[in-house]
């Protein structure tokens, strides 16, 4: 018996036994969970809770018609959204029956474990008997394809070894690692099992080499130290608060109303015994890494396989996936969600009621994650269906407006009646706020440096930065060149109706960041362009194609080998200038953690990436613990990272720390390590004034009698 046909048959042993493995695999976990066996409850429990309750909900859909790839991506979503709205019910019903904190440990455990087994007899029950699997449909993996493992492992490697001894080669080679291996996926041909799995361990390596590259969150400028703060105080109180305790300003109240940041990172910490800090930094890139896979299959339809990894790794290589992303927890649950109802509306495969299901739970995981994404996509959804309905009068197959309407109603009364409808009122009043910038229509410094840069408007810094952006500018080019060559119907490609729609509506969408005032600054433009390669990165390598046509006058070998080269010409570079690995490498200043950390300089590395340190996360739980910090704490940078991830100190209490401050008797200030290592003497005449009561040797705490 062959490799391929040994793993063809424990597919079905398992398939056959899936009650079976669902039962012992909860033996283990309680076991793990009453003998205190840690690892093996972290180890089991996480491939435990990422996959086998959305098996189940697969399973008891009778979900047939999906192949593996789908399978395993429709598991993840349905298992992320199932652990999000049971953890919700036990909370808002676990009063009912006694339970005082229910998203405790035991409490939680029960209810999740007992509803899994009852779907898995279920489906165990609704089960054809010895169902036969199609070979096409089936996930073969060859001796080959395990070599890929390799890259997410070098990544872990070096990122613990660039922390022990300040030495970024082991990174350095991954990148070079996951160039190659791109080349030559792009080179040769290979089966659409290959690119996807390619796929996901490029994500895993790029994900896991800035997560795992320190001890604590990393920031990024994002906004996961509030993230930290909102999941902690459920997780301390065992308990969601709908109405969110403290006085809040809007961005709090819209923190807490996300299921992903709240309930979701206290079910997986309290299941599996994990620090929350590890939560964030392993089990939420672990489901971000799906995302690019779930475009993979969503685009290969379209643009086939080898085109589909192409623009997948274009979406990888910017680098706001594996910097600010991992610093917006929030963002990274909602993208999956995202992708699989476009992948969801968008598939053939599923059956009509199969696919309302499905549809269902990833709108509430999407609702229940990120309030922007659930608003972007409900604009798509409308402004598509009134395209196909009333501009095309040709009705959508597949975008029925009684999904848009069931989205919308879900979406508008979570967001009123939870945190006070701050979500709600924030939409308002951003709405408000693009009205007033209007004025500034024709002035272009109102669109943001942001923008301003995106549009060449500003001075590049260096040599390398303006080949970085030269590269950068490349990709945006084949972009609009790709959708010209849609919309003059001279692309080679069939793209399906409603996907057009969406592409025209998200060609809309960036031509309103580049022209409506204000709207950059408060979208963010990084994190927005990001979101639009949803849709719009295939049309890069349409582009790429169309230029080698053109070049070679549509000769088919000759086209294939140009367009070969251009995608390595301009994307292998540009993922090693968004990697800052020519930065590295030429000795140039870069802005990456993991290859250039260790040698940074502090400003930068502490000052505006905000990487948090050991000292400043000890004097952060030493004021959580000692200090009344109430209206009487001032605080340097740390009162925006340490202090309300680790101190779960509120930052509404605190005051930002400058050299003009003046404490009032009974106040407290507290200096983290950039602060005292790298002031210049700026906070010299505050020590002058109070005595020190708390020191580590590079974090310090000061009380004014």
Same mark, same amino acid.
């Given at each position: ?15 056959? /036994? ?55 991506? !429709? ?10 709205? +049971? ?16 998203? $405790? +440990? ?33 996930? $073969? ?18 990122? *613990? ?25 792009? @080179? ?19 994900? @896991?080499?800035?997560?795992l590259v320190s001890n604590f ?48 990172? +206290? ?48 979406? =990888?290589?910017?680098?706001?996936? !594996? ?8 963002? =990274? ?9 476009? @992948? ?70 979570? !967001?009123? *009646? ?6 709600f009122q924030s939409f308002m009043?951003?709405?408000? *706020? ?30 390398? /930065? ?33 996907? &057009? ?14 022209? &409506? ?40 070998? =000759?086209?294939q080998v140009v367009f070969a ?32 950390? *260790?040698? =940074? ?24 613990? #000692?200090?009344?910090?109430? #209206? ?32 009032? $008797? ?40």
């Amino acid at each position: 018996m062959n490799f391929q046909a040994r793993l063809s048959f424990k597919d079905n042993v398992i398939s056959q /036994n899936f009650l079976a493995i669902v039962v012992v695999l909860q033996v283990i976990m309680y076991l793990a969970l009453f003998i205190d066996l840690p690892l093996a409850r972290a180890a089991i429990g996480i491939g435990y809770l990422l996959f086998i309750p959305g098996l189940v909900l697969v399973r008891l859909l009778k979900l047939d018609s999906l192949g593996a790839v789908e399978s395993v991506l !429709y598991a993840v979503g349905f298992s992320v959204a199932f652990l999000m709205v +049971t953890g919700l019910l036990v909370n808002e019903f676990g009063g009912l029956v006694g339970i005082d904190f229910p998203l $405790s +440990t035991l409490p939680i455990s029960l209810v999740v474990n007992t509803a899994v087994l009852v779907g898995a007899a279920g489906a165990h029950l609704r089960r054809s008997p010895r169902r036969q699997f199609q070979q096409d449909k089936k996930f $073969s993996v060859t001796p080959s394809m395990l070599l890929l493992a390799v890259i997410p492992a070098l990544s872990v490697i070096g990122a *613990y070894y660039v922390n022990a001894a300040a030495n970024n080669t082991i990174l350095m080679l991954t990148i070079i690692a996951i160039a190659g291996l791109f080349a030559v996926g792009v @080179l040769t041909n290979r089966s659409p099992q290959t690119y996807a799995f390619a796929t996901l361990m490029i994500a895993l390596a790029l994900l @896991l080499h800035m997560s795992l590259v320190s001890n604590f969150i990393i920031p990024y400028g994002g906004d996961s130290p509030v993230e930290m703060f909102v999941f902690q105080n459920t997780q301390l109180d065992s308990r969601w608060n709908a109405t969110f305790t403290f006085l809040s300003d809007e961005a709090y109240g819209r923190y807490n109303a996300m299921l992903s940041i709240t309930v979701l990172p +206290t079910v997986y910490s309290n299941m599996l015994g994990i620090d929350p800090t590890w939560v964030y930094k392993i089990i939420y890139p672990l489901i971000f890494a799906m995302v690019p896979l779930a475009l993979y299959w969503l685009w290969q339809p379209y643009i086939g396989k080898k085109f589909a990894f192409i623009a997948a790794f274009l979406f =990888m290589a910017q680098s706001t996936f !594996y910097t600010e992303m991992l610093a917006l927890n929030r963002q =990274m649950i909602g993208e999956l969600f995202f992708v699989l109802l476009l @992948l969801t509306l968008l598939n053939k495969n599923v059956k009509r009621e199969g696919k309302f299901v499905a549809f269902a739970v990833f709108s509430f995981g999407l609702i229940f994650s990120h309030y922007a994404l659930a608003e972007i996509f409900l604009f798509l959804a409308v402004a598509a269906w009134a395209t196909s309905a009333l501009y095309l009068r040709r009705p959508s197959f597949n975008l029925q407006l009684s999904l848009i309407i069931f989205f919308f109603v879900a979406m508008f009364v979570w !967001y009123i *009646y939870t945190s006070g409808a701050v979500v709600f009122q924030s939409f308002m009043s951003f709405t408000g *706020y693009i009205s007033a910038q209007l004025g500034d229509f024709f002035n272009p410094a109102s669109r943001g440096a942001v923008v301003l840069t995106g549009l060449g408007l500003t001075e590049s810094p260096s040599l390398l /930065n303006t080949i970085s952006r030269g590269f950068a500018y490349l990709t945006e080019i084949f972009i609009v060149l790709g959708v010209v060559a849609l919309f003059t119907k001279k692309s080679p490609f069939r793209f399906e109706r409603d996907y &057009i729609v969406f592409s025209v509506l998200t060609v809309a969408l960036l031509i309103m960041l580049t022209l &409506i005032p204000g709207l950059a600054n408060a979208l963010s433009m990084t994190r927005f362009y990001h979101i639009l390669l949803m849709i719009l990165a295939p049309f890069c390598v349409v582009g790429i194609w169309m230029v080698a046509g053109y070049l070679t006058k549509h000769r088919n070998r =000759m086209q294939q080998v140009v367009f070969a080269a251009i995608v390595i010409g301009t994307l292998v570079p540009y993922f090693l200038f968004q990697t800052n690995f020519v930065y590295e490498a030429a000795g140039t200043p870069s802005w990456s953690i993991p290859l250039s950390g *260790y040698h =940074m300089d502090p400003i930068q590395l502490y000052g505006n990436l905000g990487l948090i340190d050991a000292w400043s996360v000890q004097g952060a739980e030493w004021i959580s613990k #000692y200090v009344p910090y109430e #209206y009487n704490l001032a605080a340097d940078n740390s009162l925006y990272t340490a202090l309300p991830a680790y101190g779960h100190v509120y930052r509404g209490y605190m005051r930002e720390l400058t050299n003009t401050t003046v404490l009032e $008797s009974g106040n407290f200030a507290f200096l983290s390590y950039i602060s005292i290592n790298h002031s210049n003497g700026t906070f010299a005449p505050l020590i002058n004034q109070t005595s020190i009561v708390y020191s580590n040797g590079n974090s310090e705490v000061y009380f004014k009698p």
